[in-house]
């Protein structure tokens, strides 16, 4: 009867491509990437280790790697979507007991701030500096106003 022997992949990375006939005797090419500079090899589960051995006593081989899928469980029962959700939970919580924070200080600041409120009334330091309205340009001119008197501006374009 035929069974199914295991496989693993390998990936053999050369210096150039036209050592590549050389590597069928390892194993079967499944792809070759002329642009990265590689070549998949499947090989026998049991021949894998002596075959690397092999394949990195060659000049022409920078590196080779084995592919890690035969080891990872293809079942991801264990994996549940719980670690996701906790984390989400945990963060809408907080912000949750942050807002009532911020209601119970509010509620029990309001008699500080209203004597902060009067220790805050803006003083007289500002008065000689220019407004916004002051700074303002419309339409290229710009009206400023010192004092009492009143500046325009010449139009563009007409005689000063």
Request: aromatic share 8%; no cysteine; charged share 35%.
């Amino acid at each position: 009867m035929f069974t199914i022997k295991k496989r693993r992949a390998v990936y053999v990375f050369l210096r150039g491509l036209k050592h590549v006939e050389q590597l069928k005797k390892f194993g079967d090419i499944s792809y070759i990437s002329k642009r990265m500079g590689y070549v998949e090899l499947y090989l026998n589960e049991d021949d894998v280790e002596k075959t690397v051995n092999k394949l990195n006593q060659y000049r022409f081989v920078k590196t080779v790697k084995i592919s890690p899928r035969p080891d990872i469980d293809p079942d991801l029962d264990d994996v549940h979507d719980d670690v996701f959700f906790e984390a989400y939970d945990q963060a809408q919580e907080d912000a949750e007991k942050d807002q009532s924070d911020e209601k119970s200080a509010e509620q029990t600041g309001q008699s500080k701030g209203q004597s902060e409120a009067k220790l805050a009334e803006p003083t007289n330091q500002g008065q000689n500096q220019p407004t916004k309205k002051n700074n303002r340009q419309d339409d290229g001119q710009q009206d400023l106003q010192t004092d009492d008197k009143v500046h325009v501006p010449a139009e563009k374009g007409g005689k000063s």
